[in-house]
C-alpha cells in the first residue's frame, strides 16, 4: 500500500498525542501536524523521515489551502474547550479546513465530535444545544452543517464518550488527570449507590481504532458515525471494580437519589450550570453499537476499570481476608 498523505490537526492533545505517536511507530504515512505549539509535542516527530510541522491556529487555516488540496486523509482532533474562539474554532474554521478539502483527491476525512451531542439511539440530542457548553453546544452545530459539504461523503464522524490517557510522554486527559482523586475518595464512594452509566476508552485504544479506519477506509457515503466506547458500564459496577482493584470491601450501599443530590446542592449552595444539572438528570449516558478495538479483533490497551488504574499507576491489591 503506498503512503498517504494525512493531516493532522490537534496533535499535541491527548488523543492527538496517541493517534500520532502510533501513527509514526506502526505506519510510512506522510504526515502533516498542524500545531499552535510545536513544543508541547512529547513524541519523537524525529523518529522517521516524513514527518513535516506546520505550526500554526486553527483561526489562520486558510494558510495552509493549498497543502489540503493534496491530502488523501485528514485527522481533525483540534478543539477549543471554551473561551470567546470556541465558536469560531469548532464550527466556522472546521467547516472552512473541511471546505478546503479535494472530494476529489481526499478520500477520508476523521472529524471528531464528542458523544455528549448524542441520545441513547445515537441520534442529535436537542438539549446538548439547548443546555450544552459552548464547547458542547459549538459541536453539536458543526455536526449540523456537516451532511451539506462536498465533502461528506468522505466524513466520518467519531463520538468519543468519556476519554482516559495520558502519562510522562504523553498530557493527560481532563477525567484521568483526576482518577487518583477517586481512589482517595472510594471509602466514602462504596458505601454509596448511584442510577447512572457510561462508556469509556482509553486514547491508545482510539488510537489503535483510527489507525484501522486509515488502513480499511468505508466506502464513501453518507451517515458515517461512530461511537467510541467500551460497552456501558454502571456506576455501581466501575465502584465495584475500583474496590475489587483496591482490595476493598462493600458491606452496604446506602442509594444516592436526585432529591438526595439536589438537597446537598441546595445546603451546600453549589454553583451548577445548566449543563450539570441536566446530566444530573439524564444519569445514563449510553449509546448503541459503541466502538472497541474489539469490534475488529484487535487488542485492547484498556478494556476494564481495573485496567486504567493498572496504566494509571494504581497497584492492584488484595483484600486483607476475614478472620
Not at 73 to 99: F, S
Not at 238 to 258: D, M, N, W, Y
Not at 261 to 278: G, S, T, V
Request: proline share 7%; aromatic share 10%; with cysteine.
Amino acid at each position: 500500500m503506498l503512503p498517504k498523505r494525512i493531516f493532522i490537526t490537534g496533535a499535541s492533545g491527548c488523543i492527538g498525542h496517541y493517534i500520532t505517536d502510533m501513527l509514526i511507530q506502526q505506519t510510512q504515512h506522510d504526515l502533516f501536524l498542524f500545531v499552535r505549539d510545536p513544543q508541547k509535542l512529547q513524541f519523537d516527530y524525529n523518529a522517521r523521515p516524513g514527518i513535516t510541522i506546520i505550526q500554526g491556529d486553527m483561526q489562520e487555516i486558510e494558510r495552509v489551502g493549498r497543502l489540503l488540496k493534496t491530502i488523501d486523509c485528514a485527522i481533525l482532533t483540534a478543539t477549543a474547550w471554551g473561551g470567546t474562539q470556541t465558536y469560531d474554532i469548532n464550527i466556522t474554521k472546521t467547516i472552512r479546513l473541511l471546505n478546503l478539502l479535494d472530494p476529489i483527491n481526499c478520500e477520508q476525512v476523521l472529524y471528531f465530535s464528542t458523544s455528549s451531542i448524542l441520545n441513547p439511539q445515537n441520534q442529535p440530542l436537542p438539549e446538548a444545544e439547548a443546555y450544552g457548553t459552548d464547547y458542547i453546544k459549538s459541536k453539536y452545530l458543526c455536526h449540523q452543517q456537516l451532511p451539506k459539504l462536498a465533502i461528506a461523503p468522505q466524513i466520518t464522524t467519531l463520538f468519543p464518550t468519556l476519554v482516559f490517557g495520558g502519562d510522562s510522554q504523553k498530557p493527560y486527559s481532563a477525567i484521568s488527570a483526576g482518577i487518583k482523586e477517586v481512589t482517595r475518595w472510594i471509602d466514602i464512594i462504596r458505601f454509596l449507590k448511584a442510577d447512572a452509566s457510561f462508556h469509556f476508552l482509553h486514547a491508545q485504544d482510539i488510537a489503535q481504532v483510527v489507525l484501522h479506519l486509515i488502513e480499511f477506509p468505508p466506502e464513501p457515503g453518507p451517515g458515517h458515525e461512530i461511537v467510541l466506547g467500551n460497552p456501558a458500564i454502571t456506576v455501581n459496577q466501575a465502584v465495584e471494580q475500583v474496590c475489587a482493584h483496591l482490595g476493598k470491601r462493600i458491606f452496604f450501599r446506602l442509594p444516592l437519589s436526585i432529591q438526595i443530590a439536589n438537597l446537598i446542592i441546595k445546603l451546600f449552595r453549589i454553583q451548577m450550570a445548566d449543563w450539570d444539572r441536566f446530566c444530573l438528570s439524564y444519569r445514563h449516558f449510553t449509546y448503541q453499537a459503541p466502538v472497541s478495538p474489539a469490534s475488529f479483533d484487535l487488542p485492547a490497551h484498556c478494556a476494564t476499570v481495573s485496567d486504567l488504574l493498572r496504566v494509571s499507576g494504581i497497584a492492584e491489591r488484595k483484600s486483607v481476608p476475614k478472620r
